[in-house]
Nanobody, 124 residues
Framework: QVQLVESGGGLVQPGGSLRLSCAAS????????MAWYSQAAGKQRELVAA???????NYADSVKGRFTISRDNAKNTMYLKMNSLRPEDTAVYFC??????????????????WGQGTQVTVSV
C-alpha cells in the first residue's frame, strides 16, 4: 500500500558530497518515524540516521557532523545530505518509514516499509 523510492546515489571521490532522497507514495494518512540505513558488502544493515515526524534526529557516531537528515512532510519525502564522504561510507543505502493509513471502513493500518536501496560508492 505504501512504497518508498530512493534516489541520488552514485560514485563520488573522497571528500565529496551526495544528497539522497526517499519519496513515499501510495495510500498514506501519516508517516511517523523515517530512517536511513546502510549495508556494505558482506556486512549487516545498520542505522545511519533517523528522523521523527516532528523533526527530531538521531545519527550514528560515524556520520555525526558529516551527514544531515531532513524531511518534507508535505511531500512525504526524506533526505540525507552526505558531506566529507569517505571510502568506508561505500554501501547500499536504504530508507524506511513507519506509516498509518485507514481502510475504507475506517480501520487504521500501521506498518513499516523499505525502499529498494541506492548504491553509494566513494572511491578515487
Amino acid at each position: 500500500q505504501v512504497q518508498l523510492v530512493e534516489s541520488g546515489g552514485g560514485l563520488v571521490q573522497p571528500g565529496g558530497s551526495l544528497r539522497l532522497s526517499c519519496a513515499a507514495s501510495g495510500r498514506i494518512s501519516r508517516i511517523n518515524d523515517m530512517a536511513w540505513y546502510s549495508q556494505a558488502a558482506g556486512k549487516q544493515r545498520e542505522l545511519v540516521a533517523a528522523i521523527t515526524s516532528g523533526g527530531g534526529t538521531n545519527y550514528a557516531d560515524s556520520v555525526k557532523g558529516r551527514f544531515t537528515i531532513s524531511r518534507d512532510n508535505a511531500k512525504n519525502t526524506m533526505y540525507l545530505k552526505m558531506n566529507s564522504l569517505r571510502p568506508e561510507d561505500t554501501a547500499v543505502y536504504f530508507c524506511n518509514a513507519d506509516y498509518i493509513y485507514y481502510t475504507d471502513t475506517g480501520e487504521p493500518v500501521v506498518g513499516r516499509t523499505w525502499g529498494q536501496g541506492t548504491q553509494v560508492t566513494v572511491s578515487v
